[in-house]
């Protein structure tokens, strides 16, 4: 089940310390973050875009995912900002843009893998657009194409300290879809 963040972000709460509390001991600093507060500030972010370019958009995330997470908070909001920006330079007006959170639990408890993901109608995509997105966050990268359905498909690993992959396909014709997995551990509401 999913829903309009919207609703949610007006009915959150902000945490009581303005420096996010850390997770347990790592070899990189993990924040605690709040998910929902993150993707609020996404969701402004693309508002304001979508007044000025003139495209519509849909934020929703899954009500049943946890709140709150243990992660890279820095890298993981630099990686969708980076992806928002590159959408805003190609996304035409009255176009539709809609943006999907969802978790899927691992086999270890309290582990999930967070897809973050971008489907666009916007103009066809080259590699050489994507160059600044794969060549800061990702190792290396791989494309295909198939002649029988013109467009792409580019995955690459995330690169430390994140753990997972980015992939952003384009559909010749019909738009793109940009996908990020990325390794989180859930946490419980902290006071």
Known sequence: ????????????????STQPEACETSKTQRDIFDLWELIAEFEE?????????????????DQASPRFFCGHTRAFSELINALADHLFLNTLEKSLVV????????????EYILKFLITDSSLHLSCESLEPIFSQFTGKVLS?????APGGHWIGRLLPPMVGKLSIQNFYGWGNRYTIETELTAVKKFA
């Open 1 to 16: 089940m999913t829903a309009t963040i919207r609703p949610c972000c007006e009915q959150r709460q902000k945490p009581s």
């Open 144 to 148: 295909f194409t198939d002649d029988r």
């Open 99 to 110: 943006i999907q959170l969802q978790t899927v639990p691992l086999d270890k408890p309290g």
């Open 45 to 61: 972010r693309v508002n304001r875009r979508a007044l000025q370019n003139g495209f519509f958009y849909d934020v929703s995330i």
